[in-house]
């Protein structure tokens, strides 16, 4: 069994849109100031990593008129915290490994829904740059959100310039 057996298949999404900043959401239930994430989702059993991206994407935001753009090579792990108690962390995992899907928005705002098939993840969202997102995101997935950045720093809108 290697190390990475102890963490769930996860993918995650960076939707740009066409300036060149991203999607960000606010999660429900989270108190601030780390409440801001992109959308990310567990893989069903057998499913395609990409599909399960478009699928969590659609899910978490409504957003389906998305052109893919890039994804990241290999997983991302991260750790959960001591005393987490997530139900992800009571099934025993020790984390979560993630890949990542960079996708362009080529749709209209309209067709963003959070209604999340009534278990809604997010209760408000934003456009914002990649740069800032791992600022906003709980502590512990952060590193993984610094890798997320760099990989795809090449799509990204520089703040102060869009």
């Known amino acids: 069994m290697s190390d990475l057996d102890q ?5 995650g999404v960076v939707l740009f849109h066409p300036d060149g900043r991203v999607w960000l959401g ?4 989270t108190p601030e100031p780390y409440n801001w994430q992109f959308p990310q989702g567990g893989v069903d059993p057998g499913e395609d990593l990409e599909t399960a991206a478009r699928r969590e994407l659609a899910e978490e935001t409504g957003a389906a008129s998305v052109t893919f753009l890039g994804r990241t090579d290999g997983w991302i792990a991260y750790d959960f915290p001591p005393n987490h108690g997530g139900s992800k962390q009571a099934r025993g995992w020790r984390g979560q490994k993630q890949v990542w899907f960079a996708f362009r ?5 309209a067709e963003f829904d ?3 098939q009534g278990h809604p993840e997010f209760e ?9 997102a791992a600022t ?19 799509l990204a809108a520089k703040p102060g310039l869009t």
């Not at 963490?7 to 993918?11: L, S």
């Not at 408000?124 to 800032?132: C, P, V």
């Not at 906003?136 to 090449?154: E, G, M, Q, T």
Request: glycine letters at 4%; a positive charge; proline letters at 7%.
């Open 26 to 29: 606010r999660r429900a239930n």
């Open 136 to 154: 906003l995101i709980v502590p512990f997935k952060r590193a993984a959100y610094d890798l997320v950045a760099s990989a795809f720093a090449p």
């Open 124 to 132: 408000t969202w934003r456009w914002a740059y990649l740069a800032e």
């Open 105 to 109: 928005f080529d749709g209209d705002e």
């Open 7 to 11: 963490y769930r298949p996860n993918v």
């Open 114 to 116: 959070l209604s999340g």
